[in-house]
């Protein structure tokens, strides 16, 4: 099994940036597809990026593009997600997850994932 854990999170004002790190434990990190995903009050859970195992190649939701990188660190177990001049509009609890599947030029997020982590909330002020 994977274990995931998310942090980073907190209230951070509009405008700076923002990044927030999961570390996996209990598997060979690298085998995995890693995906933030987000909620925001009221709404359901959002894509924002994935990166692959194989290759390192990324994917983000349209809306995400230009504000949002996702990296990882195989070294470290870690994968993050740098969010460039958050808006409040990015509230939310920012959750990540991993996927067994060996993929080079990744071209979207897996449909499904094979564990979850528990998120960190983000609270963006203007």
């Known amino acids: 099994d994977v274990q995931l854990q998310a942090s980073g999170g907190g209230l951070v004002q509009a405008g700076g940036s923002l990044r927030l790190s999961c570390v996996a434990s209990?598997?060979?990190?690298?085998?995995?597809?890693v995906g933030w995903f987000r909620q925001a009050p009221g709404k359901g859970r959002e894509e924002t990026s994935c990166?692959?195992?194989?290759?390192?190649?990324?994917y983000y939701a349209d809306s995400k593009k230009g504000r949002f990188t996702i990296s990882r660190d195989n070294a470290k177990h870690t994968a993050y997600l740098h969010i460039d001049n958050p808006k409040p509009e990015d509230t939310a609890i920012y959750s990540c997850?991993?996927?067994?599947?060996?993929?080079?030029?990744?071209?979207?997020?897996?449909?499904?994932?094979?564990?979850w982590g528990q998120g960190t909330q983000v609270t963006v002020s203007s």
């Open positions: 990166i692959s195992n194989g290759d390192g190649s990324t």
């Open positions: 209990g598997a060979t990190f690298d085998d995995y597809v």
């Open positions: 997850a991993a996927a067994w599947l060996p993929v080079h030029n990744l071209k979207k997020c897996p449909r499904e994932f094979d564990y």
